[in-house]
């Protein structure tokens, strides 16, 4: 139990103990003329007085305790749990082999678990083997008091991480051991509908979508199915992908987009999307925005080499299948020796670890105090000036 | 019933009760022009017989009614209406610095209680049929009541008291002189001040001197005495207009001895005149300084 300020600055109030010092020495104001008709016989000659005679000192000492606790209230004080030091954690990544970390791991009285949701210990079999690594490291970091010491033990192939670095405030022990995180099930390449709408104007630009769709099938044969129809026909539930080369996006359309589908549309203005292509000049030639559940790029001009200059290029097919695609998905393999966490310095004052140490306020008592010394300030304070009439 | 202007409140109950027991007289002569050097049985057809008083002693022994004696082996002394016409002068001082009280109790003055005394000493004269005048000096205040007896003289000079406030400071000794001509001689004055003004003690001298009795009362506040003030404090001299701050605790010492050596100056020179001085302090019963005058113990010549 140690004692905190949360906010030292508040103890900049205590400036104002100066007032009553100034307010208990200044005592021309406090007198009252009292007539005395003996006054002849007091003499004149008065030793000076050198030293600084304050009036009524236990009133201002009392007024002192009240200004200071004042000011200590305001610097929010609290009462903190020193954290105990904590046996220091070995944890191990489900797929390793028990007898090889506990070989691996030499510091006695650590305690052992999984480094799996929960942290079982290592009696228990741990729920899966697929654990996000990186994300229950950071988690652990969080949790654990900033003086714990970690140990962990990974496999020489990790999977599990996300695509950040790694930065811990703990300095963890990383211990590699031979061994490789199974293999998450590989997702089968589905086949991708692609449905076009279009108005009976927009017919020439059905060429330059062909000609995409048969580059995207050269290289994974099959798997892009095209679907042309008009503008009125409706959409198919499994098409994944959509391009309208209408004039207005239908209600079908939208409700389609809003339920997670990823659409091209024609003449779309919306200035305030994140552009998605730019051509040499810097010129926005497409802007991409969420909606809903799914994803809408907006051309702002209708699909033809005049206004889409990149139409042409050779790796058009390429962009547009990365753009209705969306950003791939960071690796999540790496070789253990290469993601070693970082370790971070404890950027803010606030940091999780302290914040979470148990801090009980004292403001309370605090207030309570405070109340009691202002009532007692105020009776021995009126007593003194009735003393002082009477 | 015609109530009393200010009596009431000026003799308490228990102050008029022990009042009866006091009687006023003077040391000296015990008249005027009614007794002469001669001892004669027949004292004039003007003397009329008042009553029989008790002997006391002090009293001269011719006046002792020997029949009397005889009759009832006790001593017992004449006294005529005319016998000791004496003429009691009670002087005021209403000067602003009568108007202190104490702190602790601040609707007495010090001239509320020379008020007090003066009421009880002219209850006294009344009883004996003597006649008494009021004078009060201070300030703006020059009062002169003329020597009379009578309920009626008693009437007019509580009227007169109840007036009296206390400001200013003594009138120069140019105007005292036709009072001190009022006062006749043989005449008892008590004299009812705190004489801090040295003029006041001059006139009580000059009355000494000029063989009128005069009893002088000191009348001081229990603030006076005692000094019970603390800190400091900012004093006002009511009668000069000074103001001093001071540091109570530090001039306490000083001035309770350079006070209590004048006040001990002032009851010694009177004495040396001849003058009967007691000092009186606020709170103490109106009839102490009578009682130390004029009671039992103190009738001696």
Same mark, same amino acid.
Request: charged share 20%; proline share 9%; aromatic share 6%.
């Given at each position: 139990m140690s004692f905190a300020l949360l906010a030292p600055l508040g103890l900049a109030a205590l400036a104002a103990l100066a007032l009553p010092i100034l307010i208990h020495l200044i005592r021309r104001m406090e007198l009252?003329?009292?007539?005395?008709?003996?006054?002849?016989?007091?003499?004149?000659?008065?030793?000076?007085?050198?030293?600084?005679?304050?009036?009524?000192?236990?009133?201002?000492?009392?007024?002192? #305790?009240?200004?200071?606790? /004042? =000011?200590? !209230?305001? +610097?929010?004080?609290?009462?903190?749990? *020193?954290?105990? %030091?904590?046996?220091?954690?070995?944890?191990?990544?489900?797929?390793?082999?028990?007898?090889?970390?506990?070989?691996?791991?030499?510091?006695?009285?650590?305690?052992?678990?999984?480094?799996?949701?929960?942290?079982?210990?290592?009696?228990?079999?741990?729920?899966?083997?697929?654990?996000?690594?990186?994300?229950?490291?950071?988690?652990?970091?969080?949790?654990?008091?900033?003086?714990?010491?970690?140990?962990?033990?990974?496999?020489?192939?990790?999977?599990?991480?996300?695509?950040?670095?790694?930065?811990?405030?703990?300095?963890?022990?990383?211990?590699?051991?031979?061994?490789?995180?199974?293999?998450?099930?590989?997702?089968?390449?589905?086949?991708?509908?692609?449905?076009?709408?279009?108005?009976? #104007?927009?017919?020439?630009? /059905? =060429?330059? !979508?062909? +000609?995409?769709?048969?580059?995207?099938? *050269?290289?994974? %044969?099959?798997?892009?199915?095209?679907?042309?129809?008009?503008?009125?026909?409706?959409?198919?539930?499994?098409?994944?992908?959509?391009?309208?080369?209408?004039?207005?996006?239908?209600?079908?359309?939208?409700?389609?987009?809003?339920?997670?589908?990823?659409?091209?549309?024609?003449?779309?203005?919306?200035?305030?999307?994140?552009?998605?292509?730019?051509?040499?000049?810097?010129?926005?030639?497409?802007?991409?925005?969420?909606?809903?559940?799914?994803?809408?790029?907006?051309?702002?001009?209708?699909?033809?080499?005049?206004?889409?200059?990149?139409?042409?290029?050779?790796?058009?097919?390429?962009?547009?299948?990365?753009?209705?695609?969306?950003?791939?998905?960071?690796?999540?393999?790496?070789?253990?020796?290469d993601v070693r966490p970082l370790h971070a310095a404890a950027t803010s004052k606030a940091s999780p670890a302290r914040s979470r140490d148990s801090a009980r306020p004292l403001d309370l008592w605090l207030a309570l105090l405070i109340a009691l010394l202002f009532l007692v300030e105020r009776s021995v304070a009126t007593r003194t000036r009735a003393q002082a009439a009477a | 019933m015609n109530p009393r202007v200010g009596s009431p409140d000026l003799i308490p109950p228990d102050v008029r009760a022990r009042l009866r027991g006091l009687h006023l007289f003077a040391r000296g002569n015990a008249g005027g022009d009614g007794l002469g050097q001669h001892a004669s049985r027949s004292r004039g057809a003007g003397l009329e017989f008042a009553q029989y008083r008790a002997y006391e002693p002090g009293d001269e022994p011719r006046r002792i009614d020997w029949k009397l004696y005889a009759r009832s082996d006790r001593y017992f002394v004449r006294e005529a209406e005319r016998d000791s016409p004496l003429t009691a002068w009670l002087i005021i001082d209403a000067t602003a610095s009568m108007r202190q009280a104490d702190i602790a109790r601040p609707d007495v003055s010090k001239l509320d209680a020379a008020k007090a005394i003066a009421a009880c000493a002219i209850e006294l004269a009344l009883r004996q049929g003597d006649r008494f005048g009021l004078i009060a000096l201070g300030g703006s205040t020059q009062l002169l009541v003329p020597a009379g007896a009578g309920p009626r003289q008693r009437d007019r000079c509580l009227l007169e008291l109840a007036r009296i406030n206390a400001a200013g400071s003594w009138p120069g000794i140019a105007s005292q002189r036709p009072l001190r001509e009022r006062i006749a001689r043989d005449a008892l004055v008590v004299f009812l001040s705190d004489f801090f003004d040295d003029a006041a003690v001059e006139l009580a001298e000059l009355l000494a001197l000029a063989r009128r009795e005069v009893l002088t009362v000191q009348i001081l506040a229990g603030d006076e005495r005692d000094f019970p003030f603390s800190g400091g404090q900012r004093f006002l001299d009511p009668e000069s207009g000074i103001e001093r701050r001071v540091d109570a605790n530090a001039v306490r010492q000083d001035f309770l001895e350079r006070f209590g050596a004048a006040r001990a100056n002032l009851a010694r020179d009177f004495t040396a005149r001849g003058i009967r001085h007691v000092e009186h302090v606020l709170g103490e019963p109106s009839d102490a300084p009578l009682q130390r005058f004029f009671g039992q113990r103190s009738a001696r010549a």
């Open positions: 009252r003329t009292t007539e005395f008709a003996a006054l002849r016989w007091i003499s004149d000659r008065v030793r000076p007085r050198r030293r600084i005679r304050v009036e009524r000192p236990w009133l201002l000492l009392l007024r002192l #305790a009240l200004l200071a606790l /004042l =000011a200590v !209230l305001l +610097a929010s004080p609290v009462m903190t749990e *020193v954290a105990l %030091p904590t046996q220091p954690w070995a944890l191990v990544v489900p797929g390793v082999d028990r007898a090889a970390a506990q070989a691996a791991v030499t510091t006695s009285g650590v305690q052992w678990h999984w480094l799996a949701p929960g942290f079982p210990t290592l009696d228990n079999a741990p729920s899966s083997t697929a654990v996000p690594v990186a994300s229950l490291l950071r988690q652990l970091d969080a949790d654990l008091p900033a003086a714990a010491a970690l140990t962990v033990v990974v496999p020489d192939q990790l999977a599990g991480l996300d695509g950040e670095r790694m930065q811990l405030t703990h300095a963890i022990d990383w211990r590699v051991v031979d061994g490789r995180m199974p293999d998450s099930a590989a997702a089968p390449a589905t086949p991708i509908r692609f449905s076009v709408r279009y108005a009976p #104007a927009a017919e020439p630009e /059905l =060429a330059y !979508l062909r +000609a995409a769709v048969a580059a995207w099938n *050269v290289r994974e %044969p099959g798997r892009y199915v095209l679907d042309m129809e008009a503008v009125s026909a409706p959409i198919a539930d499994d098409a994944r992908w959509l391009a309208w080369l209408a004039p207005d996006l239908s209600t079908q359309a939208s409700a389609w987009i809003d339920r997670g589908g990823v659409a091209l549309v024609v003449n779309h203005a919306a200035s305030d999307a994140e552009a998605l292509w730019r051509d040499a000049s810097g010129r926005v030639l497409a802007r991409q925005q969420v909606v809903g559940r799914g994803r809408l790029i907006g051309l702002p001009g209708a699909l033809d080499p005049a206004t889409l200059p990149i139409l042409l290029d050779a790796d058009f097919p390429e962009r547009l299948q990365a753009a209705l695609q969306g950003a791939p998905t960071p690796p999540t393999r790496a070789h253990a020796g | -």
